[in-house]
């Protein structure tokens, strides 16, 4: 299988915005059938963000996300990317991409098989 790897994070003051960006060394395979950002941080459980079918394009926004974060691929660039807007300093984690066989919107991390690296992302008040 290919690597994921994640690009995009860095240091960003509140109400700022943010594009990370998950690229396929290899492509994606049918076994990324679903692609799913995830993070944490500190002290604290890794935690699903938001995912993507990469087949049928349907997408899932957690709701502590959901009209500020935005999810999408381009296929032809073998990414996927995570906009994120009007960042708050608790959205401040290390963020995951993560590819697995379903399209689950609980996002369990165990539901993923392949897992990037991770990219800090941190959010000053």
């Known amino acids: 299988e290919g690597q994921l790897v994640e690009s995009g994070g860095g240091v960003v003051q509140a109400g700022g915005s943010l594009r990370l960006s998950c690229t396929a060394s290899s492509g994606f395979s049918r076994n990324d059938a679903v692609i799913g950002w995830f993070r944490q941080a500190p002290g604290k459980e890794r935690e699903g963000v938001s995912c993507?079918?990469?087949?049928?394009?349907?997408?899932h926004h957690k709701s502590f996300v959901k009209g500020r974060f935005t999810i999408s691929a381009d296929k032809a660039k073998n990414t996927v990317f995570l906009q994120m807007n009007d960042l708050k300093p608790e959205d401040t984690a290390v963020y995951y991409c993560a590819s697995g066989p379903f399209f689950i919107r609980t996002m369990r991390p165990y539901e993923y098989r392949t897992w990037g690296q991770g990219t800090q992302v941190t959010v000053s008040s």
């Open positions: 993507i079918d990469m087949k049928e394009g349907t997408t």
